[in-house]
Each structure stands twice: as structure tokens, then as C-alpha cells.
């Protein structure tokens, strides 16, 4: 079976990886490591990712030394968001990537190989339903002040959407949050009508005038709020948050355990230090994401961003009591059921839903734990710095 899908998609995965090796080769980041003094094995982990402000969070393993320290040779491929398990598949370039849960429900049909590995940033609040002053809209926030319980104010959002417009990216996770959330209650996609545009360009449109409504993600939201726009439902009130981490593929994973529980083990203490010295790790991130993308953001973007819309635990432990415990607001089968839902049952993107045993995060906490414990604080001396 996975020959048979590697064949008939052989031409879009080649493209993929192609383009991943023209891109890592203008970053300069190809070239495997040389072995690292002190260490008996030295593993290399190139990983596919798209520069953010949380993926360069991984980032600081190498500026303070702590991936040679784990005798592991870390570099990383810039490459467009929706190529990265197109890339990991291929076999031509990345063996890890960064991305979000749902990329497996989505690409696990093209190659059976591919799994999600450990989730360690819950994206509480990563899309937003923005609404056009002056629609007369009332938030959940409204709502619920008046007196309403927090399932009959999400109800009551949802209830005064008949009719109106959303400004969206439909078949894709940007549509995917509203209209779940509108099936969440019993009524049919066509309870709203769609505008379907990209990200960028809907977010233009919106300002120009076109939609009631916009689901906007976490660039977009403040300068919407800036300008007046009212955030009617955000985080779990719009739908079960996204959870980003590393995906790859069983292979490898069967291959490199070892290896990729230190790259998490690295990961949690990168998240530790930042919380510990906040301003600093700001700083770097944004310098280093405005010189890569050309963007504007600031620290105080950063420190908005930072265990506030955006969620890191800090250890195993962490993890568990966030991601691995049914009823928790990010558990991840809950996640990964909706996704399932949405581009299956409800889109039909995927010809069928991605198995529960493509998402491989429980099986690595029990590794992880099993090595590094539920509890760990601090972080190994830094060798280098921001």
C-alpha cells in the first residue's frame, strides 16, 4: 500500500524535495555536521520549518550550545508552510519538520509512513472570529457579561451568524475552526455564506470592505483590534486549539529515538529559558524574524505572543496534564478527531481519516519520561549566547 501511494504521488514529492534543497541552499544550511568532540555518536537532524516566532524557538539550541551538547548536529530548512510533510516524505530533504498536528490528518494518506512525533506548543489562541465595526455583533465576551454560561454564549455567537459573510481560506484549517464551530451546534455549513481567499488577501479584502466577519490568525489580530475590529470567539471558545511540534516519519523515529528524545529534551529547556529571561529571548527572536521575513515584529509582540496566545509546557509533566489527559483543553485525540472530521467527513479532502496510530506523542512521552523524568527544571549551562 505505501509503495502503491509513494508511486502515484513520486512526481509531487520529487518537487517538494527539489524544492526544499534550492531553499536550504540559499540558507547555507544543507551540510551535515562534523562529529562532535566528546561524543561517541553524532546525529544529524535537519528539520523542515517556515519562520515564526515560535518555530525559532528551536533556534536556541544552537545559539547556547545545547544541541552539541546533546551530541547532535541541528540545522534547519526555511521552506514554505504547506511543503513541509510533502518535504519529510519525500525522503529528499528534511527527516523532521515543524508543524501543526493537522499537516498528518491531511498528508499521512500520501505516504503511511508519516507520523506525528511530540506536540510542545499549544496555539490557544491562534485564530480569532474578527467582526467589521459596526455589524451590530455581539462577542462571546458580551455574552457572557450579560449573564450566559460559556456554551450558551459560544451558542449565541454562532446563533447571530445566519446570514453573514466570513472572510476565510476554505479546505483548510483557517475554515476549518468556524466551521466546526457552526457544526458544533447543530446547524449546516450554509448557516454563513464564504468568502474564500488566502490568508493575505482576505485579510486586504476584509479591510477594504468586503465580509461581516474574518478569521484571523495571530498576525492579524491585534492591528484588526488596533482599528476598532471586535473579536467575537478566540482560542477554545472557537475551536480545540492547534497543537504545533515536530512531525516524521516512523522510520526515522524507529531509527533515531534516542536522538530525537534529546531534540525534545533540548526543546523543553529552550521553552524554560525563555520563560526565565523573557526580554532576552524576545529580542533575538524578533531580530531574527524581521531579517528573514521582512517583518515588523517587536518584543512586546513576543511577550504578547508568549504563554499567553500561544501555550509551551515546560516539561513532561507539563505536557501530559496539557496534551496527553483526556478532557484537557488541548488533548490531542480531541484535536486530532476534529481535524479528522473536518477534512474528511466534512470536506472530503482526505479519501479516508488518518489513524489514530499516525499520531505517535503518547509512545515518545513514555519514552521521554522513561529517560529524562516528568519534572525537570532548569537548563544545562549555555556554551553560547543570544
Not at 9 to 20: I, K, N, V
Not at 141 to 159: H, P
Not at 167 to 177: D, G, H
Not at 308 to 332: C, H, I, R, S, V
Amino acid at each position: 500500500m505505501r509503495i502503491s501511494k509513494r508511486l502515484r504521488l513520486g512526481g509531487l514529492l520529487a518537487a517538494a524535495g527539489m524544492l526544499a534543497s534550492a531553499l536550504t541552499a540559499c540558507a547555507g544550511s544543507s551540510s551535515a555536521g562534523a562529529p562532535i568532540e566528546g561524543c561517541a555518536k553524532t546525529t544529524d537532524i535537519q528539520i523542515a520549518t517556515t519562520p515564526y516566532q515560535d518555530s525559532l524557538i528551536m533556534s536556541l539550541g544552537n545559539q547556547l550550545g545545547w544541541y552539541k551538547q546533546a551530541c547532535l548536529n541541528v540545522t534547519f530548512q526555511n521552506v514554505a508552510l504547506t511543503n513541509i510533510s510533502k518535504i519529510v516524505a519525500s525522503g529528499h530533504g528534511a527527516p523532521v519538520g515543524w508543524r501543526t498536528s493537522s499537516e498528518i490528518n491531511q498528508a499521512q494518506h500520501l505516504d503511511s509512513d508519516l507520523i506525528y512525533l511530540y506536540p510542545w506548543d499549544i496555539c490557544s489562541s491562534c485564530s480569532a472570529l474578527m467582526a467589521r465595526p459596526g455589524t451590530g455583533l455581539k462577542s462571546y465576551g458580551e455574552f457572557k457579561n450579560s449573564g450566559m454560561s460559556r456554551e450558551a454564549a459560544i451558542a449565541a455567537v454562532i446563533d447571530e451568524l445566519h446570514g453573514k459573510s466570513i472572510v476565510t481560506t476554505l479546505k483548510n484549517s483557517r475554515a476549518e475552526v468556524i466551521q466546526s464551530a457552526i457544526q458544533g451546534q447543530g446547524k449546516p455549513l450554509d448557516w454563513a455564506s464564504y468568502v474564500d481567499l488566502d490568508p493575505a488577501s482576505g485579510y486586504t479584502a476584509f479591510l477594504s470592505g468586503t465580509g461581516d466577519t474574518y478569521i484571523a490568525g495571530l498576525p492579524q489580530q491585534q492591528p484588526l483590534a488596533d482599528k476598532g475590529y471586535k473579536n467575537l470567539l478566540t482560542g477554545a471558545e472557537l475551536s480545540p486549539p492547534p497543537l504545533n511540534g515536530f512531525l516524521t516519519t516512523k522510520t526515522y523515529w524507529n531509527e533515531n529515538k534516542d536522538a530525537l528524545l534529546s531534540l525534545i529534551h533540548v526543546t523543553f529547556m529552550a521553552i524554560r529559558y525563555t520563560d526565565a529571561n523573557r526580554d532576552a529571548v524576545a529580542k533575538y527572536v524578533s531580530d531574527t524574524y524581521n531579517k528573514q521575513t521582512g517583518s515588523t515584529l517587536t518584543v512586546a509582540d513576543f511577550n504578547r505572543y508568549w504563554q499567553n496566545l500561544e501555550t509551551y509546557p515546560t516539561n513532561a509533566g507539563d505536557a501530559q496534564k496539557k496534551m496527553f489527559t483526556p478532557g484537557a483543553p488541548a488533548y490531542w485525540h480531541t484535536i486530532w478527531d476534529e481535524d479528522n472530521n473536518y477534512f474528511f467527513t466534512n470536506t472530503h479532502i482526505i479519501p479516508e481519516p488518518a489513524p489514530a496510530s499516525a499520531f505517535l506523542g503518547e509512545e515518545v512521552q513514555k519514552a521521554y519520561v522513561a529517560k529524562y523524568g516528568d519534572g525537570e527544571t532548569g537548563w544545562a549551562k549555555p556554551t553560547g549566547s543570544l
